[in-house]
């Protein structure tokens, strides 16, 4: 049956895509904490050769030689390799390695024929509590290595040569209930280790997920939904910081020509297509962020787009607005209902100027671009115009002999 987490088995095993995600994080922590601690019970595991003298001296050299020229170096082999094998052989390792130094008192303890030799037996129950609660198999682990640790006790037991039948039995109860107590504190400890991580996994997935959520209305709320663009939210606000600056910085305004007779004459869906094309031309002339002056495109409503460009000044500007009117002309998409004849969709444009060292406000800088995307318009259409303060609006050359500017999308 599954936890109640629904992420956990009864023997406390992950999905194997939450087991990854695991690993990824607490690997390198457990791999440090298995070597240390491997390192660490060898030394412990080394002192009872001490008392091998005391309890077993009828096989104290058997018993020193196995502790340090056998388990030893096979700790320090597997300490080593904990680094250098996939995580499931990392922890099969662990296992295999403290089912091995456990079989090596248990056999000394079958060997010995000294008084007192039957005291060596509670050595290996101590290397059962250190496997499961110090060193913390897997759970699934440490229920393989105690029930393996406690069927070898017990045959050792039974079939000790000599062995009193009341102190086998004593001895078996006693290390049953070791073995079973430290097994039970591993469960515990697995089970809590387990789904601590599935709480704050599922804690940090929903926050992320929350966070995505704001970012994504955050972008509905500043996209225009049509083309994509920017909205006038966002110009607006780019527009008062800019203009806030000394820098220098200037505002098109553009305006799709005779938008409402497109409208009429191939209806609203083909209108709105044609504003998204539009929009997308647009958007080519916006470049990666450090490489060309900072540009801002947005859809100001309906056939209207703007742009605001950081650190340009009259020529930068001109060079700008000429470039998106022969890209929008190059499009050739088709206007049949354009009544001066043309027969394709342009744009005009008013341009407004901040120059550096002033400090603008975005109600003036618009008033001087729409009054000159007016005069564009009176003009014919097809062109750009430029504002020069106080709503006085400069003559533009012909935007055919303007040359092809850097601004223009490759």
């Given at each position: 049956m599954p936890d109640a987490t629904g992420r956990l088995d009864w023997l406390l095993r992950f999905d194997a895509r939450t087991e990854a995600q695991y690993e990824a994080e607490t690997g390198p922590e457990r791999i440090v904490t298995l070597r240390r601690l491997t390192l660490l019970g060898m030394?412990?595991?080394?002192?009872?050769n001490f008392t091998s003298i005391v309890l077993m001296p009828d096989i104290f050299e058997l018993s020193a030689a196995a502790r340090l020229l056998v388990v030893t170096p096979v700790s320090v082999m597997l300490a080593w390799l904990f680094t250098h094998v996939r995580p499931a052989t990392r922890?099969?390792?662990a296992l295999n390695g403290l089912t091995g130094a456990v079989a090596m008192p248990m056999l000394l303890f079958w060997l010995t024929t000294a008084p007192l030799g039957v005291y060596t037996f509670g050595e290996s129950i101590l290397i059962v509590v250190y496997g499961n609660l110090l060193l913390a198999l897997?759970?699934?682990h440490a229920l393989v290595f105690t029930a393996v640790v406690f069927l070898g006790a017990g045959l050792a037991v039974a079939t000790k040569p000599g062995l009193d039948p009341q102190l086998c039995s004593a001895l078996i109860v006693q290390y049953g209930t070791g073995c079973a107590f430290s097994l039970y504190a591993n469960y515990r400890m697995e089970r809590q280790r387990c789904r601590e991580y599935l709480r704050v996994s599922a804690?940090?997935?929903a926050s992320e997920a929350a966070e995505a959520a704001r970012r994504r209305y955050q972008d509905l709320s500043d996209t225009d939904a049509l083309t994509g663009l920017p909205n006038r939210r966002v110009l607006d606000e780019t527009a008062r910081a800019w203009f806030a600056e000394a820098r220098p910085a200037a505002l098109l305004m553009i305006d799709v020509d005779h938008f409402k007779a497109f409208n009429d004459t191939l209806g609203h869906p083909e209108g709105d297509a044609c504003l998204r094309r539009v929009a997308a031309l647009f958007?080519?002339?916006v470049p990666e962020p450090g490489t060309m002056p900072a540009i801002q495109a947005a859809r100001f409503g309906g056939e209207e787009f703007a742009f605001v460009l950081r650190d340009a000044g009259a020529p930068e500007a001109v060079r700008f607005?000429?470039?998106?009117?022969r890209a929008v002309a190059a499009l050739g998409i088709a206007h049949p209902g354009r009544p001066d004849g043309l027969g394709v969709v342009t744009v005009s444009i008013g341009i407004a100027l901040k120059e550096a060292g002033t400090v603008g406000t975005r109600e003036a800088l618009f008033a001087q671009a729409d009054r000159a995307l007016y005069q564009a318009k009176r003009r014919g259409r097809n062109g750009y115009v430029l504002a020069e303060g106080d709503?006085?609006?400069a003559a533009i050359p012909s935007v055919s002999v303007v040359a092809r500017s850097a601004w223009e999308p490759v």
């Open positions: 030394v412990f595991y080394n002192i009872y922890e099969l390792l897997r759970f699934r804690a940090r997935s958007t080519t002339f607005a000429a470039a998106l009117v709503g006085v609006v």
